[in-house]
C-alpha cells in the first residue's frame, strides 16, 4: 500500500480494455467507506456511460480527450440534498451555511480518493478532472441534478497506457510543520524545488518547456478564477446564508 502511493501518477492514456463490474462495485464500495462528517455522507458519484455527455464534459473541461476515451468515467458531487429532504431538522437554513458546504467538498473529495486508491490496487490508473467546472450550471444541467447537488469534478479511470513518471512535490519541510507555521526556510526550499521542477519539465517535454514550479502555478491561477461559481452555488441553494 506504502509503495502504490509513493508512485501515484496521473494517467490519461488507457488501454481498450473495459473495467469489469465486479471491480466498479469495489472502488464505489471502497468510496462509500471514506471519512465523512458525521456519517452524513453528503456526496453523490453518477457513473457515465453516455457517450454523448462524455463528449460534453470533455468539450466543457477545455478539450480534455481522456475523458472520452476513459473506459470509466465517474462524476462526483457534493450532495446536501439528499440530507435536506431525508432528514428533519428545525432550521433548513442551515443547509445554505459555509460550514455544511464545506463538509459535502470534504466528503466529496475525501470518497474520490478512496475510489482512486482502490482503482490503483485492482490494477487501473486514472485521473481526477477540475475542468467541470469550467461551467457547473452546464453539467448540472447535463445531469439534471437537483439544487443543493454541486458538481465537482470527473474521476477518469481505466488500465493504463502509458507512464508518465513521478513529478516532484513540494519538500516535506514546506509542507509538514510542527506546532506553528514555521515558514523561515521555506523560500530557499522552493528555489531549490522551482531549479527541480524546471528540469523536469525540461526533460520531460524534451526541451519545450523549462517552466518552475512558480511560473507555472502562476498560469494556473491566472486561467483558473471561475468567478462565476460563486454565483451558481448560491443559486442551487449552497452558501446563501
Known amino acids: 500500500m506504502i509503495n502504490l502511493l509513493m508512485n501515484h501518477v496521473s494517467i490519461r492514456k488507457f488501454k481498450d480494455k473495459e473495467v469489469d463490474q465486479g471491480s466498479i462495485d469495489t472502488?464505489?464500495?471502497?468510496?462509500?467507506?471514506?471519512?465523512?462528517?458525521?456519517?452524513?455522507?453528503?456526496?453523490?458519484?453518477i457513473e457515465v456511460r453516455d457517450e454523448n455527455k462524455k463528449e460534453k464534459l470533455s468539450k466543457i473541461s477545455g478539450g480534455q480527450n481522456w475523458v472520452v476515451e476513459a473506459p470509466l468515467v465517474l462524476l462526483f458531487c457534493a450532495d446536501l440534498n439528499r440530507s435536506k429532504k431525508y432528514i428533519h431538522v428545525s432550521d433548513t437554513e442551515v443547509f445554505g451555511n459555509a460550514e455544511l458546504y464545506t463538509v459535502a467538498t470534504l466528503d466529496t473529495a475525501l470518497a474520490a480518493q478512496k475510489a482512486l486508491i482502490a482503482a490503483q490496487s485492482l490494477g487501473l490508473g486514472g485521473v481526477v478532472i477540475g475542468g467541470i467546472r469550467n461551467d457547473m450550471?452546464?453539467?448540472?444541467?447535463?445531469?439534471?441534478?437537483?439544487?443543493?447537488?454541486?458538481?465537482?469534478?470527473?474521476?477518469?479511470?481505466?488500465?493504463?497506457?502509458?507512464?508518465?513518471?513521478?513529478?516532484?512535490?513540494?519538500?516535506?519541510?514546506?509542507?509538514?510543520?510542527?506546532?506553528?507555521?514555521?515558514?523561515?526556510?521555506?523560500?530557499?526550499?522552493?528555489?531549490?524545488?522551482?531549479?527541480?521542477?524546471?528540469?523536469?519539465?525540461?526533460?520531460r517535454t524534451h526541451g519545450k518547456s523549462s517552466e518552475t514550479w512558480a511560473e507555472k502555478s502562476s498560469k494556473a491561477f491566472s486561467r483558473s478564477k471561475r468567478d462565476q461559481i460563486d454565483d451558481f452555488l448560491k443559486a442551487i441553494g449552497f452558501l446563501n446564508k
Open 27 to 45: 472502488i464505489i464500495e471502497c468510496a462509500q467507506m471514506a471519512p465523512t462528517s458525521n456519517n452524513l455522507q453528503t456526496y453523490t458519484i
Open 137 to 203: 450550471e452546464e453539467v448540472h444541467n447535463i445531469f439534471k441534478l437537483p439544487d443543493l447537488v454541486a458538481p465537482l469534478f470527473l474521476l477518469c479511470l481505466g488500465y493504463p497506457d502509458d507512464n508518465p513518471g513521478l513529478k516532484p512535490r513540494l519538500p516535506k519541510e514546506v509542507v509538514h510543520k510542527i506546532d506553528y507555521y514555521d515558514d523561515t526556510k521555506d523560500r530557499e526550499l522552493i528555489d531549490e524545488y522551482n531549479e527541480t521542477m524546471k528540469k523536469y519539465y525540461n526533460e
